[in-house]
């Protein structure tokens, strides 16, 4: 192996095994200046592990900009070797991982519409086998977490053993605050089932807007996220793609400034002490509610027979109502949101209902 493979290898391993891992760069590479100067402003800052630039850029539609191609990884090159730090890329092909690794890229990642296509993901695993790179994987841009899964097992099975994932939100058809919403829910779970595996947060995909990154970041940094995506650019406002998200590299470090970084444990006897008690409290209260949930449901089993019984539908519409009023009647004084009763009311009527409904059917 060459001396300047080693020292690349060596590169991205040191940005790797950093906590947090703070990656941050322009949506898109437009210009070899725009791409060396938001580095050199970056690594000034001296809170960023890698310097990331979208080369290639999946767009939703025909005749949006969709990135200098090729002609941006030399910047990349040059960004690195002037300011030590390593860089990453997306790649959505084979040929792109191709010229990515011809270029030296430090570490790929592949975005949310490739993590959706099962065939795009395993065609840059066989472009990745015998590699030694970092990849990241974001989820896809729908909420499927076997999706998301089955990337992560097709790129270990290429025999990368360096996979972290990014969690940058999710298509949604409602009215939110964010581009994407971030269902956090789906995140912690992908978290749980793989907790060797770095999971590192992308707010600006999820905010879309500038004015909440700092929010989705604490938020991501509480959840023991291990590090952060965020989109900056040297001009924000008039970036070629995704301007709204971007912030400069200097108010990207006073956001980090701003951030509580807090540790998963820490190493107190008193600390452990307190905690456990508080949990046993907890588990006492969840043990008092899957008793009552039990009773609740062999009620409405009761219920399921007479409405059988009595050729009566298993939705009454005017009843589900007056049990979500009741809920948020009742909920409001103890502090419990009306988004956070009508989720746990639906689960619960949803129960309810499928009893009832192979009571009708048996």
């Given at each position: 192996?060459?001396?300047?493979?080693?020292?690349?290898?060596?590169?991205?391993?040191?940005?790797?095994?950093?906590?947090p891992?703070?990656?941050?760069?322009?949506?898109?590479?437009?210009?070899?200046?725009?791409v060396?100067?938001?580095a050199?402003?970056?690594?000034?800052?001296?809170?960023?592990?890698?310097?990331?630039?979208?080369?290639?850029?999946?767009?939703?539609?025909?005749?949006?900009?969709?990135?200098?191609?090729?002609?941006?990884?030399?910047?990349?090159?040059?960004?690195?070797?002037?300011?030590?730090?390593?860089?990453?890329?997306?790649?959505?092909?084979?040929?792109?991982?191709?010229?990515?690794?011809?270029f030296?890229?430090?570490?790929?990642?592949?975005?949310?519409?490739?993590?959706?296509?099962?065939?795009?993901?395993?065609?840059?695993?066989?472009?990745?086998?015998?590699?030694?790179?970092?990849?990241?994987?974001?989820?896809?841009?729908?909420?499927?977490?076997?999706?998301?899964?089955?990337?992560?097992?097709?790129?270990?099975?290429a025999?990368?053993?360096?996979?972290?994932?990014i969690?940058?939100?999710?298509?949604?058809?409602?009215?939110?605050?964010?581009?994407?919403?971030?269902?956090?829910?789906?995140?912690?779970?992908?978290?749980?089932?793989?907790?060797?595996?770095?999971?590192?947060?992308?707010?600006?995909?999820?905010?879309?807007r500038r004015?909440?990154?700092?929010?989705?970041?604490?938020?991501?940094?509480?959840?023991?996220?291990?590090?952060?995506?965020?989109?900056?650019?040297?001009?924000?406002?008039?970036?070629?793609?995704?301007?709204?998200?971007?912030?400069?590299?200097e108010?990207?470090?006073?956001?980090?400034?701003?951030i509580?970084?807090?540790?998963?444990?820490?190493?107190?006897?008193?600390?452990?002490?307190?905690?456990?008690?508080?949990?046993?409290?907890?588990?006492?209260?969840?043990?008092?509610?899957m008793?009552?949930?039990?009773?609740?449901?062999?009620?409405?089993?009761?219920?399921?027979?007479?409405?059988?019984?009595?050729?009566?539908?298993?939705?009454?519409?005017?009843?589900?109502?007056?049990?979500?009023?009741?809920?948020?009647?009742?909920?409001?004084?103890?502090?419990?949101?009306?988004?956070?009763?009508?989720?746990?009311?639906?689960?619960?009527?949803?129960?309810?209902?499928?009893?009832?409904?192979?009571?009708?059917?048996?």
């Amino acid at each position: 192996m060459s001396t300047q493979a080693v020292e690349k290898i060596s590169l991205a391993q040191e940005a790797w095994e950093k906590r947090p891992l703070i990656i941050s760069g322009p949506c898109s590479a437009e210009t070899e200046e725009q791409v060396i100067e938001t580095a050199q402003r970056l690594a000034k800052t001296g809170k960023v592990n890698a310097i990331r630039a979208g080369i290639w850029k999946p767009r939703t539609r025909p005749g949006s900009f969709e990135g200098v191609g090729t002609k941006g990884l030399p910047w990349m090159q040059q960004a690195r070797k002037i300011t030590g730090l390593p860089v990453a890329v997306e790649v959505a092909t084979a040929k792109q991982v191709e010229d990515a690794l011809h270029f030296d890229v430090d570490i790929l990642w592949i975005g949310a519409r490739t993590t959706v296509n099962p065939f795009s993901v395993q065609e840059i695993a066989d472009a990745l086998k015998g590699v030694k790179v970092p990849v990241l994987i974001k989820n896809p841009i729908n909420p499927d977490l076997e999706l998301w899964i089955g990337a992560a097992e097709r790129v270990a099975k290429a025999g990368i053993d360096q996979i972290g994932l990014i969690h940058r939100g999710f298509s949604n058809y409602g009215n939110t605050e964010y581009r994407n919403a971030p269902m956090w829910h789906l995140a912690i779970e992908m978290k749980r089932r793989n907790p060797g595996m770095m999971m590192i947060n992308d707010p600006s995909h999820i905010c879309g807007r500038r004015d909440i990154l700092q929010d989705v970041a604490q938020k991501a940094i509480d959840l023991d996220f291990d590090g952060l995506i965020v989109e900056t650019h040297i001009d924000p406002d008039n970036a070629w793609s995704d301007a709204k998200q971007q912030i400069t590299p200097e108010v990207f470090g006073e956001m980090l400034d701003r951030i509580v970084w807090r540790k998963e444990d820490i190493d107190s006897a008193d600390f452990h002490s307190v905690l456990e008690k508080m949990r046993q409290q907890i588990n006492h209260l969840d043990d008092e509610l899957m008793t009552l949930l039990g009773q609740r449901m062999k009620i409405a089993d009761k219920i399921g027979q007479y409405k059988k019984d009595n050729a009566v539908t298993i939705l009454q519409t005017s009843r589900w109502n007056e049990i979500l009023e009741r809920a948020y009647q009742k909920g409001d004084p103890l502090g419990l949101s009306k988004e956070f009763i009508t989720r746990y009311m639906d689960a619960v009527h949803m129960e309810s209902i499928n009893r009832q409904n192979k009571i009708m059917n048996s």
